[in-house]
């Protein structure tokens, strides 16, 4: 069976670009389904892309009056990947407010497959605070951008906003798709959040991880298509999306016991818990009581769970990371050696625009087999999306014969 696009077309001059892109399309043997937004269609008629698609244009929420289907929960069943193209600066605002007032919004809202958008419009509106913030909110999200380039605008200017050509857009298109699946088969275990560690009833020690890397490397590895444990401390994110299997810890013990028990099923295991380092030797039965004299806490070693995943000799990929808050790039070589890691994704968290709590990072990726790299200030889901290229090259790499 086909896979299905659905390309979502707004009321951009350049939508008669979308006819090309429709083709192009469906030479790569793609089925298309185009939903237009009202604007678009006083631009050009729905027949248009009717007639190239063999398909019904949805543009109108409410023309459909069959009881039985409810046409974009539908088509959101059946979209292997959403692509808008072009995509006006009101589209990309509504996207990232979660307006959903036509079909093409409401249907961002609805599709949990991958999405890519192209935009096309004027400079100024492309280069607006407003705008670039948006588009920074959608990427943080997950969405795929194909940026407009410079050139002759519809409205006479020279500038940015152009929208980039049809042959781009398909290939990030198809890249898009082929990541769908790029990690079918593979089971990855992902650890998130902060652990509590209990001093009584109720008072506990416990960190500034807000989990939101490791919620974001799941979701990068559930649109690639594996099977994904997400062993979760205390955070108040909601569970992502099609998310397969999630577990609740609250202890550095209980992250050990449930990672132990998983990290034997799969094949690749990512730590982005801040697993609490120490945990108060006793947890009091009883609330301690305020007295006149200061409290002495006597603290013990809670289980390294790295290390101990490093030394199994034939465990899956391993990926640790590393909250620094100086001499980064040493700290996370010794600690790709010293837990025999393949992988170690280390952060600055004394910074206070990434790391901790924050949509965003920047990372210093180090591998074992040598490569070493620092990415810029990027959204977590697109540091996700580093990772995971890197973890795809190990196995690539281990399937690949040693050359002689
Ligand atoms: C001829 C014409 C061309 C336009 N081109 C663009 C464009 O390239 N990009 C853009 O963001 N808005 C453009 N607009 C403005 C949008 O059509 C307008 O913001 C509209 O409200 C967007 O509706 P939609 O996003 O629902 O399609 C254009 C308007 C007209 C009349």
């Known amino acids: 069976m086909k896979k299905s696009v659905i ?4 009321s951009s001059i350049s939508l008669y670009k979308a006819c090309e892109i429709v083709r192009l399309l469906q030479k790569r043997d793609l089925q298309v389904q185009v939903i237009m ?11 248009l892309f009717q007639a190239l698609t063999g398909r019904e244009v949805f543009l109108d929420m409410f023309a459909d009056a069959s009881v039985e289907r409810v046409a974009h ?17 009101n589209v990309i605002g509504k996207f990232a407010a979660g307006i959903a007032d036509d079909f093409l919004t409401t249907f961002y809202l609805a599709a949990t497959c991958p999405v890519v958008i192209a935009p096309a419009m004027n400079e100024n509106m492309y280069l607006h605070g407003q705008t670039q913030e948006n588009i920074d909110k959608l990427k943080s999200r997950g969405a795929r951008f194909v940026l407009p380039g410079r050139g002759r605008l519809a409205c006479g200017d020279e500038g940015w906003g152009r929208l ?3 042959e781009e857009i398909v290939e ?3 890249e898009a798709l082929s990541r769908t699946s790029s990690l079918k088969g593979q089971r990855v275990l992902v650890t998130a959040g902060p652990t509590r560690e209990a001093v009584d009833p109720v008072r506990y020690f416990t960190n500034r991880s807000s989990g939101r890397m490791g919620y974001a490397l799941a979701e990068e590895a559930v649109s690639r298509g594996a099977e994904v444990f997400l062993v979760s401390g205390p955070v108040s994110l909601p569970v992502p999306v099609k998310q397969n299997h999630v577990r609740r810890i609250d202890t550095a013990a209980e992250m050990e016991t449930a990672v132990l028990e998983l990290a034997g099923e799969v094949d690749i295991v990512i730590m982005a818990a801040a697993v609490a380092g120490f945990r108060p030797a006793r947890a009091e039965e009883n609330k301690i009581k305020k007295t006149g004299a200061d409290l002495k806490l006597s603290l013990v070693r809670t289980p390294d769970i790295l290390a101990a995943l490093g030394r199994r000799a034939r465990g899956p990929i391993l990926v640790g990371f590393a909250a620094e808050t100086g001499r980064i790039e040493d700290n996370a070589r010794a600690k790709l050696q010293d837990k025999n890691l393949d992988m ?14 924050s949509d965003f990072n920047r990372v210093f990726v180090i591998t074992r087999n040598g490569r070493s790299f620092q990415t810029e200030k990027m ?4 540091i996700s999306r580093v990772i995971f290229n890197e973890i795809e090259g190990i196995i690539a790499r281990e399937k690949s014969p040693p050359t002689p």
């Open 379 to 382: 959204s977590k889901r697109e």
């Open 172 to 174: 990030a298109t198809l």
């Open 344 to 357: 170690v994704v280390a952060n600055d968290v004394s910074r206070p625009d990434v790391g901790f709590g």
């Open 164 to 166: 980039a050509p049809p």
């Open 73 to 89: 929960i539908d088509l959101a069943r059946e979209a292997a990947l959403f692509l808008v193209a072009p995509a006006t600066a």
């Open 7 to 10: 390309l979502g077309v707004s």
């Open 37 to 47: 937004t009202p604007n678009a269609g006083k631009l050009i008629s729905p027949r």
